[in-house]
């Protein structure tokens, strides 16, 4: 059983960075048995991935239209998974989650998205506004 709450976002300028944060509370495992995932969904748009974290942190993956600009993160020792978001533009203003899933055979890249992971949490806003 695993409970994410996230926390961090905000309405900020095209331009301007935030850290996103999503603590877990994990029982019958630990936090490094999870690969972890940030996704994102914008008003009236399916929910998309936005960047995946493999369980010890070795391996990520990002979106296209993210690379370069976030940065997914983990702390194992404090239960918390961050993704650093700088140089934020309007198109990413949504709702980002936080999710998480026992890895699978497969890559990272392979398993991040939204249909693979089973917890999640309940969101924050991030808008990009001027």
């Known amino acids: 059983q695993v409970r994410l709450v996230e926390s961090g976002g905000a309405l900020v300028q095209p331009g301007g960075s935030l850290r996103l944060s999503c603590e877990a509370s994990v029982s019958g495992r630990t936090l490094d048995e999870y690969v972890i995932g940030w996704f994102r969904q914008a008003p009236g748009k399916e929910r998309e991935a936005v960047s995946c974290i493999s369980e010890r942190g070795h391996r990520t993956y990002y979106r296209d239209s993210v690379k370069g600009r976030f940065t997914i993160s983990r702390d194992n020792t404090k239960n918390t998974i961050y993704l650093q978001i700088d140089s934020l533009k309007p198109e990413d203003t949504a709702v980002y989650y936080c999710?998480?899933?026992?890895?699978?055979?497969?890559?990272?890249?392979?398993?991040?998205?939204?249909?693979?992971?089973?917890?999640w949490g309940q969101g924050t806003q991030v808008t990009v506004s001027s």
């Open positions: 999710a998480a899933d026992p890895p699978g055979i497969t890559s990272v890249q392979t398993m991040c998205r939204p249909s693979l992971f089973y917890y």
